[in-house]
């Protein structure tokens, strides 16, 4: 049964966290977030709204007793651009 709260408790933290911000996905979709049992990755254009939303999330996350660990968090950037190859 624990599973199943904590499940819909990640589901209301994104709904609440979520901007209609994210990286270009599908059909003018935005893909915003992948959720996997205790671990999220956020997805953003940007860095300073990544942080916000981090701290959006950490806050609002400690509302219902979730907790960020720093020492988990870890932050990825990549480029859309193809690298050099014929640009």
Same mark, same amino acid.
């Given at each position: 049964m624990f599973p199943l709260f904590?499940?819909?408790?990640? =589901?209301w933290l994104m709904r609440q966290t979520n901007t209609d911000r994210g990286i270009d996905?599908?059909?003018g979709k935005l893909l915003e977030d992948l959720?996997?049992? =205790?671990?999220?990755?956020l997805f953003e254009h940007d860095a300073l709204p990544m942080g916000?939303?981090?701290e959006n999330l950490k806050r609002t996350g400690e509302?219902?007793?979730?907790?960020t660990s720093s020492s988990e968090t870890k932050v990825s950037e990549m480029s859309t651009?193809?690298?050099g190859q014929g640009e």
């Open positions: 904590f499940g819909l408790a990640i =589901d996905w599908f059909n959720d996997f049992a =205790d671990d999220i990755a916000r939303r981090l509302k219902i007793g979730l907790k651009t193809s690298g």
